[in-house]
């Protein structure tokens, strides 16, 4: 059974033993213990939706799940997002060429300890944001194709990490997104994102998506440009 499990062990909860260089703006002492446990939580929800079983398994899970929630919503009271999010972006030093980058370990869509997202590994690529992602069945549409809106919801998420990268706190305005290609279950694609030009306090950015093993000039499954508006230092203090 132990060996089953490490067998199964995701990408995200194999880094986070810290043999990576991670970037985690907000660190977590319990980043590999909860990484450890979203992973397997990850796998259920992925066998939930692939696999059948009976109703006696079904009632055993339903119970379990429950019993757990509540363990957890009576440990603790519920843990707030920090409200200098964006004002470390102007204190803190931008992460590493290479580094994988994290602003919360449980971060919607790519934090290693949150159970609902996708298997991410996001690092700083230049001055862009290259990030490997696979998609678990719990996201599949189309037989074999993730759901675009969970393609877009990454897509947003590494266009956000764009600007921690680039060291500016900026909101999504626009995201135009083309969908070319079917971005395929169970297999890695690659998110590259990039800032195409910047006027003012309007930083335009671009992305693609392409299999993980397709060459760097190949035609990209997914297409997308968009808008982010930056919200400055200085309007950040006078909010404050």
Known sequence: MNSGAAASESPQAARAAGSADVHLIYPDPQFSERSQAAGALRRLANAFVRHRTDETTLAEIAAWAHETAARLESASEPVPRPADYFARRYSD????????????????FSGPANPTAMDVDMRRHGEGVRANVTFGAAFESAPGRAHGGAVCAVADDVLGYLMVCLGIAAYTARLEIDYRGGVPIDEPV???????????????????????????????????????????????????
């Open 93 to 108: 030093p931008r992460p590493s060429d290479g580094a994988e980058v994290m602003a919360f370990s449980d971060r919607a």
């Open 190 to 240: 690659v998110f590259e994102a990039h800032e195409a030009r910047r006027e003012g306090r309007k930083c335009h950015v671009g992305l693609t998506v392409r299999p993980a093993d397709a060459a760097a000039d190949a035609p990209p499954l997914i297409e997308a440009s968009g808008l982010f508006v930056i919200v400055t230092a200085e309007q950040l203090a006078s909010d404050s």
